[in-house]
């Protein structure tokens, strides 16, 4: 190419001008990310006292801090409420319900404390509730509802949610405190700077001038120096505060983790926008499951199904020739006290089978066909066990009377026998079913809590005594109940006085504490 040299000719581009690269904008921080940061931060702060609260008031309080189990729950879902009204969260149509629930226990607490038998489910069932109510009220709850999910629900409150934001906290705290630094920074200016160091050099030259002003003028007076010593003298502390002084510390060191897993939940749930577990993933999960084959399927359900049947037909065989004779007291005894929560175990077998055929199975469980068929069967046999074991509790019941753990008894019993009813409606309509009893599960275990199941059962007791159906007083039953409340206890012995009892029974009634001063009842 031949090149023109003349001026204002064209030259050629050898290369062309650089591009630069853009700028990449840094990622926002987790501080910058948060809406409304006051908001946060008023969180934050709420979820320290929280912490403190059931660290020292709930967890290591004593049986006069009962009140704090119906105020906790009533705190934390103001608290919570406004959190998510602040952040315009809205929950699952069912989160008041459940929040009425936990309520309910709370109350129960309250008026009852902690029932004898139930003290245990008490406690898991308060814990759950207020977990899963967080879950419906944030919207994390894997389908929006409560249905088959429900052990993914639990798995998503008790540990991804709290656990995976554990140090959510401590993180956002670290960005207010870091933005508030930058702040400050960026705002000072050299006479700024220059005033604070007059400042610290002043007060530093003040605290050396008063030290050896004190020292000189201490030895001048015994009057002022005595004084001054008893202020500026090591506070002596006594057994007693050194032990409560250590207490609260340890106290407050156990309060950090509880408060920060409580915000991890709480937090955790509103910075997300789906929940951890969903329920099409769950299912997609378990889509690459291996599939159980129909046949297999069937031939399970079918060797049960042959071995409840063999087990019903012993029993029918075992009582027909009772039919119309008069049984012995221990042949009814044996009757009622064998087997009952057998019984139970084999209807909780019968729900997992159930569970694995609608998770597990390579044909829907509701399908028409001979697997339909096999599952009707299946839970009818499960209704037939729950029928007989409610025989076996209710004639246990009236051979020897009420126990709040017959009571509580009778609770799971009615549990599973609504469980089977709506399993095999479900097999023939989709209804949901597993919404239901989880429903039916929550709202009758926090009634049965406001219940005074104790003085139920006393007053059973001292009327099978005064018919003559109970021989002798159940000192476990009555003893117990009478420390637990001084109620009772009043009630008890007005009764038991005004009754005729064995010589023994009178001995030891008399060597009561609990029924000392107590006047003698009507006979």
């Given at each position: 190419?031949?090149?023109?040299?003349?001026?204002?000719?064209?030259?050629?581009?050898?290369?062309?001008?650089?591009?630069?690269?853009?700028?990449?904008?840094?990622?926002?921080?987790?501080?910058?990310?948060?809406?409304?940061?006051?908001?946060?931060?008023?969180?934050?702060?709420?979820?320290?006292?929280?912490?403190?609260?059931?660290?020292?008031?709930?967890?290591?309080?004593?049986?006069?801090?009962?009140?704090?189990?119906?105020?906790?729950?009533?705190?934390?879902?103001?608290?919570?409420?406004?959190?998510?009204?602040?952040?315009?969260?809205?929950?699952?149509?069912?989160?008041?319900?459940?929040?009425?629930?936990?309520?309910?226990?709370?109350?129960?607490?309250?008026?009852?404390?902690?029932?004898?038998?139930?003290?245990?489910?008490?406690?898991?069932?308060?814990?759950?509730?207020?977990?899963?109510?967080?879950?419906?009220?944030?919207?994390?709850?894997?389908?929006?509802?409560?249905?088959?999910?429900?052990?993914?629900?639990?798995?998503?409150?008790?540990?991804?949610?709290?656990?995976?934001?554990?140090?959510?906290?401590?993180?956002?705290?670290?960005?207010?405190?870091?933005?508030?630094?930058?702040?400050?920074?960026?705002?000072?200016?050299?006479?700024?700077?220059?005033?604070?160091?007059?400042?610290?050099?002043?007060?530093?030259?003040?605290?050396?001038?008063?030290?050896?002003?004190?020292?000189?003028?201490?030895?001048?007076?015994?009057?002022?120096?005595?004084?001054?010593?008893?202020?500026?003298?090591?506070?002596?502390?006594?057994?007693?505060?050194?032990?409560?002084?250590?207490?609260?510390?340890?106290?407050?060191?156990?309060?950090?983790?509880?408060?920060?897993?409580?915000?991890?939940?709480?937090?955790?749930?509103?910075?997300?926008?789906?929940?951890?577990?969903?329920?099409?993933?769950?299912?997609?999960?378990?889509?690459?499951?291996?599939?159980?084959?129909?046949?297999?399927?069937?031939?399970?359900?079918?060797?049960?199904?042959?071995?409840?049947?063999?087990?019903?037909?012993?029993?029918?065989?075992?009582?027909?020739?009772?039919?119309?004779?008069p049984l012995a007291p221990q042949q009814v005894s044996r009757?009622?006290?064998?087997?009952?929560?057998?019984?139970?175990?084999?209807?909780?077998?019968?729900?997992?089978?159930?569970?694995?055929?609608?998770?597990?199975?390579?044909?829907?469980?509701?399908?028409?066909?001979?697997?339909?068929?096999?599952?009707?069967?299946?839970?009818?046999?499960?209704?037939?066990?729950?029928?007989?074991?409610?025989?076996?509790?209710?004639?246990?019941?009236?051979?020897?009377?009420?126990?709040?753990?017959?009571?509580?008894?009778?609770?799971?019993?009615g549990v599973l026998g609504l469980g089977c009813v709506l399993?095999?409606?479900?097999?023939?309509?989709?209804?949901?079913?597993?919404?239901?009893?989880?429903?039916?599960?929550?709202?009758?275990?926090?009634?049965?809590?406001?219940?005074?199941?104790?003085?139920?059962?006393?007053?059973?007791?001292?009327?099978?005594?005064?018919?003559?159906?109970?021989?002798?007083?159940?000192?476990?039953?009555?003893?117990?109940?009478?420390?637990?409340?001084?109620?009772?206890?009043?009630?008890?012995?007005?009764?038991?006085?005004?009754?005729?009892?064995?010589?023994?029974?009178?001995?030891?009634?008399?060597?009561?504490?609990?029924?000392?001063?107590?006047?003698?009842?009507?006979?």
């Amino acid at each position: 190419m031949e090149m023109s040299k003349k001026e204002g000719a064209p030259r050629p581009l050898y290369s062309p001008a650089p591009i630069l690269p853009e700028k990449a904008e840094p990622a926002p921080t987790l501080w910058q990310a948060l809406p409304r940061r006051r908001v946060w931060l008023a969180a934050l702060a709420a979820s320290y006292a929280a912490g403190w609260f059931y660290v020292r008031v709930l967890a290591l309080g004593s049986e006069q801090d009962q009140w704090a189990w119906a105020a906790f729950p009533v705190l934390f879902v103001a608290g919570v409420e406004a959190f998510a009204r602040a952040l315009g969260r809205r929950g699952a149509v069912a989160a008041p319900f459940w929040a009425v629930c936990w309520l309910l226990q709370g109350a129960a607490m309250l008026l009852y404390g902690l029932h004898s038998e139930l003290a245990l489910w008490q406690l898991l069932a308060w814990h759950l509730t207020a977990v899963y109510w967080v879950l419906a009220r944030t919207g994390m709850q894997a389908a929006g509802r409560a249905n088959a999910m429900l052990a993914a629900d639990g798995i998503a409150g008790l540990f991804t949610l709290p656990w995976s934001d554990i140090a959510l906290r401590t993180r956002i705290l670290a960005g207010a405190l870091g933005a508030w630094r930058r702040g400050r920074a960026q705002r000072r200016t050299p006479q700024a700077r220059r005033r604070r160091q007059e400042l610290a050099a002043g007060i530093l030259l003040a605290l050396a001038l008063g030290g050896y002003a004190l020292a000189e003028l201490s030895a001048a007076d015994t009057a002022f120096g005595a004084f001054i010593g008893r202020w500026l003298r090591w506070p002596q502390l006594s057994d007693r505060q050194f032990a409560r002084l250590v207490g609260d510390i340890f106290t407050l060191l156990l309060s950090l983790p509880v408060g920060a897993w409580l915000f991890g939940l709480v937090g955790g749930a509103l910075r997300r926008t789906r929940p951890p577990l969903a329920e099409g993933d769950v299912y997609r999960a378990l889509g690459r499951a291996p599939r159980l084959p129909a046949l297999t399927g069937q031939l399970a359900v079918g060797g049960l199904c042959a071995v409840y049947a063999l087990f019903f037909a012993v029993q029918v065989a075992e009582f027909l020739p009772a039919l119309g004779a008069p049984l012995a007291p221990q042949q009814v005894s044996r009757f009622a006290v064998e087997g009952f929560w057998q019984l139970c175990r084999i209807l909780l077998l019968d729900f997992a089978v159930l569970a694995a055929v609608h998770f597990f199975g390579a044909r829907p469980a509701d399908a028409p066909g001979r697997q339909r068929a096999g599952l009707c069967v299946f839970g009818a046999f499960g209704l037939a066990f729950a029928a007989l074991a409610a025989a076996k509790l209710g004639l246990y019941i009236h051979l020897y009377g009420l126990t709040p753990r017959r009571v509580l008894s009778a609770w799971v019993l009615g549990v599973l026998g609504l469980g089977c009813v709506l399993a095999l409606v479900r097999l023939f309509r989709r209804i949901p079913a597993v919404r239901v009893l989880a429903a039916a599960l929550a709202l009758s275990f926090s009634l049965l809590c406001c219940a005074d199941i104790e003085r139920a059962c006393l007053r059973d007791h001292l009327a099978r005594l005064e018919t003559g159906r109970a021989e002798t007083v159940d000192w476990d039953l009555v003893g117990n109940f009478a420390y637990m409340r001084g109620d009772l206890a009043e009630e008890a012995a007005r009764a038991l006085k005004g009754m005729e009892l064995a010589p023994s029974d009178a001995a030891r009634l008399a060597g009561e504490p609990w029924a000392e001063g107590v006047p003698a009842g009507q006979p």
